[in-house]
């Protein structure tokens, strides 16, 4: 049932409550460990891209540099990042996930996929190839999303 107690019956209801679903659980796993959303966005960035600088953060989050600034501040508070300086300019600052950030949300890979294969469960593999092909289709005509 959905938040108003119903049973959703569109195609697109159904999908909005999966995604509810995965999405309700990434958030528990997040804040079990003391981030915010942007914060856990930008660790796993800094995992997947060591050495970033601050815009690629911003374009990443889709948000300012002043506000990346302020997550990242937050971060090397508990040690999570560090920011070094470029060899030969001083100006520019490459970031870093710390091994104690990269430790902290290592797991959250494998907890996206335990949501998924819990979601898909009622299906067997014949279904699930038949989802993923229609999903596909209909992903194929629609603009690419941005990271996150």
Known sequence: MDAQGTTPTSSL???RWIVWAQRK????WIR???LSHGQSAA??????N???IQR??????????ASVSSLLQGLERRG????RTDPGNERSKRVYATPAGSELIAGFDTAMTTVEETILAPLDQAERATLQTLL??????LPQPTPS
């Open 13 to 15: 209801d159904l999908m």
């Open 25 to 28: 659980t990434g958030e528990e």
């Open 32 to 34: 079990e460990r003391g």
């Open 43 to 48: 660790l796993v960035y800094l995992v997947r």
């Open 50 to 52: 060591p050495g970033a």
């Open 56 to 65: 690629d953060i911003a374009q990443m989050s889709r948000t300012s540099e």
């Open 80 to 83: 999570l990042v560090e920011r």
């Open 136 to 141: 596909t289709k209909i992903a194929a005509d």
